[in-house]
């Protein structure tokens, strides 16, 4: 402890950022100043449970303080806040891991592979938009990118090149291995790729991703955007996740989704297959979790953009290189395309692992590999081969969690209660608003 506090100061950190992550994907924590590190690493920093998102915890009692334990092997120096570094905590209550903490509920996941043998890794993709208020809600912030099918715009991206390379550059010196930077096919929209890790890790990046980027777009007078679907016009942000399962540890990791043939190119081990089919079967209910919000929705759909494309998923499927089908198979791995930029990265992974566990016990069949245009298929052509369609909205895709046993028994009741009933009451607020399109369509029509 006595180093690490040493290495810090050495960094110029004179105070931690200690966080964790609510159940709707969000950061919180507290500043603590250096010389409290060793409490932080073992009792954890005190907050009052009841004002933290889904904890369901009372207001009074032992059960009412939330404890944010750091790990000492997250803490980073950032380069964006000199002075500061963040500490990623798991949640405790009354000494205990929270159940309803959603690292603690992925911890618990990664345990379940942990006592096979196996470690998961995730390549975690968030799309985002920056944006600007306008006296009628937000629009692109550089005005000057009105492309109408801007994917890979090299021409935009200077315009933000110092929102994006000082996000780049903070990011690379924490530690994250950033792959690539490139304007997506939204106006407005970029992603950020960095190198895959393991499931904890992965979800502790793009949370340091999230605050990262904040904190840079406000300097910048822009507002970053996680929203899943900003534009109807527009394609929406997902948040793939690349994942595949190995077992071992350093130079002896060996991939269990390789293709034991040993030609990548022929496909994906009989274990990723059950995997993969085990995706595909709990998709509906998977959607509470890795599609959360109501305009997570207006994401899911075909066609309905400037581009000619959303390139998001709508039908459950899978296929090689196939980015119509919700799975993507690779060499090696599989792309889980379903994830929007709302997503709880801990809650997402969670499920994901539960899911694919669920198929690898029962060795599931995933069927036949897609190897068509998606986009293009009729309904008649897709009820031949079985494929079904994604929930057409957060209503249905909650109902489909409640009445999914594996993914309850993986989240545990505490959390499950609580997202399930902040989703339904999400639900029911958006059901009761009277929208302008309403307005519009409707107040002279009859
Ligand atoms: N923006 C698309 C989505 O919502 C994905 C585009 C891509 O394939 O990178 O999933
Ligand atoms: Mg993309």
């Not at 919000?293 to 494309?309: C, D, F, M, W």
């Not at 590999?369 to 008649?380: E, K, V, Y």
Request: charged content about 20%; glycine content about 10%.
């Amino acid at each position: 402890m006595k180093n690490i506090k040493e290495a810090l100061g050495a960094q110029g950190v004179h105070t931690l950022i200690a966080q964790f992550t609510d159940i709707h994907g969000v950061a919180k924590g507290k500043w603590v100043p250096l010389a409290h590190l060793d409490d932080l690493l073992t009792e954890g920093v005190g907050f009052s449970g009841p004002s933290i998102a889904g904890t369901g915890l009372p207001r009074m009692g032992p059960r009412s303080e939330y404890y944010g334990r750091g790990l000492a092997s997250t803490a980073r120096a950032l380069p964006w806040m000199p002075g500061y570094a963040r500490i990623v905590c798991d949640g405790f209550v009354a000494g205990e891991p929270f159940d309803a903490c959603p690292r603690q509920v992925l911890r618990r996941q990664v345990g379940r592979l942990a006592d096979r043998g196996w470690t998961l890794h995730t390549g975690i993709e968030p799309e985002f938009f920056l944006l600007r208020r306008t006296a009628h809600g937000f629009e692109p912030a550089d005005a000057d990118d009105r492309l109408a099918k801007p994917s890979y715009d090299l021409r935009s991206l200077p315009r933000q090149s110092e929102f994006l390379s000082q996000l780049s550059a903070g990011l690379i010196a924490c530690g994250l291995d950033v792959l690539q930077v490139d304007h997506e096919d939204a106006n407005g929209q970029y992603e950020i790729n960095f190198e895959h890790a393991d499931a904890l890790a992965s979800a502790d990046n793009v949370m340091l991703f999230k605050l990262a980027a904040h904190t840079l777009a406000e300097r910048h007078g822009m507002q970053f955007s996680m929203m899943p679907k900003p534009f109807s016009d527009q394609p929406g942000s997902g948040m793939h996740f690349h994942v595949s399962l190995w077992e071992g540890a350093g130079d002896n990791m060996r991939c269990l989704f390789r293709d034991p043939g040993g030609n990548a190119s022929r496909g994906l081990s009989p274990l990723a297959r059950h995997f993969i089919a085990g995706v595909l079967q709990h998709s509906t209910a998977l959607c509470a979790l890795a599609a959360p919000t109501v305009n997570s929705y207006k994401r899911l759909t075909v066609g309905n953009s400037l581009s000619g494309t959303t390139w998001a998923p709508a039908y459950i499927a899978h296929g090689p290189n196939n980015r119509t089908a919700l799975v993507r198979t690779l060499s090696d791995r599989f792309e889980w395309r379903l994830p929007d930029a709302s997503a709880n990265p801990y809650l997402a992974t969670a499920a994901l692992i539960a899911a694919g566990l669920d198929g690898i016990d029962r060795q599931l069949d995933p069927g036949a590999a897609c190897t068509s245009d998606l986009f293009d298929s009729t309904p008649a052509e897709r009820g031949d081969r079985g494929i079904t369609s994604l929930p057409s909205n957060l209503f249905e895709a909650v109902c489909a969690l409640d009445a999914d046993t594996v993914l309850q028994a993986a989240l545990g009741d505490a959390l499950c209660e609580q997202f399930i009933g902040a989703k339904r009451a999400e639900w029911i607020t958006y059901s009761n608003h009277v929208s302008d399109w309403e307005m519009q369509r409707y107040a002279t029509a009859f």
